[in-house]
């Protein structure tokens, strides 16, 4: 059974840079079936994909957040990892990652992890 | 980016009751569209996709059709651990986006 589990810091100061990371267990992040994103949900609002890794190293991001997001993978580590720079109390979130590739769409996600809130404040 | 418009925002409802929840894409999206079950606190569940392919797993009362922009996803009887918030996701496109959310709740 595929499981996900984000850690990281929960609180960040305005302007410095958020870094979360996913570690994967019961599957291999480097199968070259599955992509890897992280979608994040402000406290009581919607769901906003940020982005995702393909084992080969390719990324796609929201064009909204492109300019201040990347998104790494550890294959040796089973992990991967979002960093997301000059955030804002806007960046305040409860931060998930997924997996993606069922059905062949990248953005179909099957497996989550449980989440991981992230509070913007000085 | 392509705008999901989910319908109703929240409705209530009774144990039984058959429910429609309705997703509408600002241009056609094929069959790219994913249903998720979130329950507070909790990440969102997988429950359709291709617009009515059930996830394994999720039982049969749930059903979900359409096709282009206009999409339900149907609940045939309400169970009590039916009530939490449902979200439409076109993955037809890049960047993917995510219906509004419908909160069903108990009546």
């Known amino acids: 059974q595929v499981q996900l589990q984000e850690s990281g810091p929960g609180l960040v100061k305005p302007s410095e840079t958020l870094s979360l990371t996913c570690t994967v267990s019961g599957g291999s992040v480097s199968s070259g079936t599955y992509y890897w994103s992280w979608i994040r949900q402000p406290p009581g609002k919607g769901l906003q994909w940020i982005g995702y890794?393909?084992?080969?190293?390719?990324?796609n991001y929201d064009p909204s957040l492109m300019s201040r997001v990347t998104i790494s993978l550890d294959t040796s580590k089973s992990h991967f990892s979002l960093k997301m720079r000059s955030v804002t109390a806007a960046d305040t979130a409860v931060y998930y990652c997924?997996?993606?590739?069922?059905?062949?769409?990248?953005?179909?996600?099957?497996?989550w992890g449980q989440g991981a809130l992230v509070t913007v404040s000085s | 980016a392509i705008q999901v418009t989910q319908s109703p925002s929240s409705l209530s409802a009774s144990v039984g009751d058959r429910v429609t929840i309705t997703c509408r894409a600002s241009?056609?999206?094929?069959?790219?569209l994913v249903w998720y079950q979130q329950k507070p606190g909790k990440a969102p569940n997988l429950l359709i996709y291709g617009a009515s392919t059930l996830q394994s797993g999720v039982p049969s009362r749930f059903s979900g059709s359409g096709t282009g922009t206009d999409f339900t996803l149907t609940i045939s009887s309400l169970q009590p651990e039916d009530f939490a918030t449902y979200y439409c996701?076109?993955?037809?496109?890049?960047?993917?986006?995510f219906g509004q959310g419908t909160k069903l709740e108990i009546k």
């Open positions: 997924a997996r993606g590739g069922l059905n062949g769409k990248a953005t179909t996600f099957d497996y």
């Open positions: 241009q056609g999206i094929r069959d790219d």
């Open positions: 996701l076109q993955d037809y496109t890049y960047p993917p986006t």
């Open positions: 890794i393909y084992d080969s190293g390719t990324t």
